[in-house]
């Protein structure tokens, strides 16, 4: 994916980083979100269902230095290729 993947930090900043480069000039783009919200599928029928249940705006700064800090030992992200 990435010739230097493996000098990537593994970091909240370069998470939001990375982010920011996918999601362009979205308004969120880098940042935490600042509202709850779960993804909902609606179908065709007028029915819908909770497709993903998200960590709320409140607890999505832990959530993200608990996932970094899942990796324990690890100094960067690494990719395989397909």
């Known amino acids: 994916m990435h010739q230097e993947a493996g000098s990537i930090p593994d970091s909240e900043e370069v998470i939001k980083r990375l982010h920011a480069m996918t999601r362009g000039q ?21 029915g819908e269902r909770v497709r993903f ?3 709320s705006a ?3 700064p832990a959530a993200m230095a608990q996932l970094v800090a899942m990796t324990p030992g690890r100094t960067s992200i690494t990719c395989s290729s397909s």
């Open 26 to 46: 979205v308004w969120d783009a880098g940042r935490y979100k600042e509202e709850d919200g779960d993804i909902i599928e609606r179908y065709a029928d007028g």
């Open 53 to 55: 249940l998200t960590v």
């Open 58 to 60: 409140a607890d999505a």
